[in-house]
């Protein structure tokens, strides 16, 4: 199932899966967070930032798994760190990624209820995704990149179509004065975007999975900006038809600018049901991804592959998406967890990079004496 040799992803797949990653519950509230911390239409510039810097964190995390040819990061970091260090940083990233696992299936689980499923009971909403999730790992990580390449298409083509038919509600002035209160809100801004844009850390993984790993540099540049830019053209659509005030109160901006408006005369006049369509497989793809990366780091770190793995794990998710109580909840634990992500994955890979470095280079000098 995890076995390095069998399960090798291609160039586009390994896109694809950071791409659909990042594309999450996030791009749902990401205008509101954003807008919340700038307090102003130049919301969408601290959004770019946030994509550039977390390329820059791609690209660092890259470089520290090519220095360890077909090996993850719960593999090489006990090598770097010792084993008692080692084993206990791959744990924190095991919890991490289960816990990012329950917060995205609490959102679609949350979003499916408001829209679709009122009054449903939220386990019968959880349950069924949970073992569709054990199901389709079961295949490994070649089923899990297969799905995302059915899905990429799609969400791009349904996501284009319903931006492009609301710009008839976009009101210019909504995005205007431009730098009206200078930069120090927009950098204020970056730290809420950032975390939006958290998902490159998956490529400590994905680097051993590919086929051509010297070129997952320019894949992972490719896999964060995709997001970006759809998260930009969100934010910007928003805060044109919302304005800034309006968005301020909304819990789910990006299906009420869907809301908002009608097109006459077509078979389907109101489009929220395509978002949530299109944004409930995107969030089942992180789900998948994260329950994927937690498995395979028990699996790794035990030294044995073993689906029980598959089967012990959904109930602890369970157990972790129901233990927010309401919605504000749910926002604080992913605030939570992108907190932890920015500290986790701007200090440690830099720092395992570093000392990477320093002992090739020790290993150099003393062969040479």
């Known amino acids: 199932m995890f076995t390095l040799k069998k399960n090798k992803i291609t160039n586009v797949q390994t896109v694809v899966i950071i791409t659909n990653y990042i594309l999450a519950a996030g791009i749902l509230t990401l205008p509101r967070t954003s807008v919340e911390a700038v307090k102003t239409p130049d919301a969408w510039i601290s959004v770019l930032l946030g994509g550039v810097i977390s390329i820059l964190l791609g690209i660092i995390m890259v470089k520290l798994s090519q220095r360890f040819p077909e090996k993850t990061f719960y593999q090489y970091c006990p090598e770097l760190l010792g084993k008692v260090f080692g084993t206990l940083l791959s744990c924190f990233l095991i919890v991490y990624f289960l816990t990012i696992a329950a917060f995205e299936l ?12 009122e009054e449903t009971p939220r386990w019968a909403i959880t349950i069924p995704f949970l073992w569709i999730g054990v199901y389709l790992l079961a295949g490994g990580i070649n089923s899990l990149a297969r799905m995302f390449e059915i899905i990429f298409p799609i969400t791009v083509f349904f996501f284009l179509l319903i931006i492009m038919m609301s710009f008839k509600i976009i009101e210019p002035d909504n995005l205007r004065p431009f730098l009206g209160a200078g930069i120090l809100p927009i950098m204020k801004g970056v730290k809420s ?49 919302l304005s800034v005030n309006g968005v301020f109160h909304q819990t789910w901006p990006t299906l009420e600018l869907i809301r908002s408006y009608e097109i006459e005369g077509l ?8 978002l949530l369509v299109i944004w409930t497989m995107q969030i089942f793809s992180t789900f998948c991804i994260t329950y994927f990366s937690s498995a395979l780091g028990l699996n790794q770190l035990l030294k044995r592959e073993s689906r029980l793995v598959l089967l012990v794990l959904p109930a602890i998710i369970y157990i ?16 939570y967890i992108g907190k932890i992500s920015i500290v986790f994955f701007t200090v440690i890979p830099l720092f395992l990079l570093l000392m990477a470095k320093w002992k090739v280079s020790s290993n150099d000098q003393s062969s040479s004496s």
């Open 320 to 335: 972790i998406s129901s233990i927010p109580k309401s919605i504000f909840e749910v926002f604080k634990l992913g605030d």
């Open 193 to 241: 975007t950032i975390i939006s844009f958290i998902g490159a850390e998956i490529m400590l993984l994905l680097v051993a999975f590919m086929e051509e790993p010297k070129k997952a540099v320019k894949l992972v540049m490719i896999g964060v900006a995709i997001p970006t830019i759809f998260a930009l053209i969100t934010v910007v659509m928003v805060i044109g038809a």
């Open 267 to 274: 078979i389907f006049e109101r489009f929220e049901s395509f």
């Open 106 to 117: 609490r959102v679609l689980v949350e979003v499916t209820s408001y829209l679709l499923l």
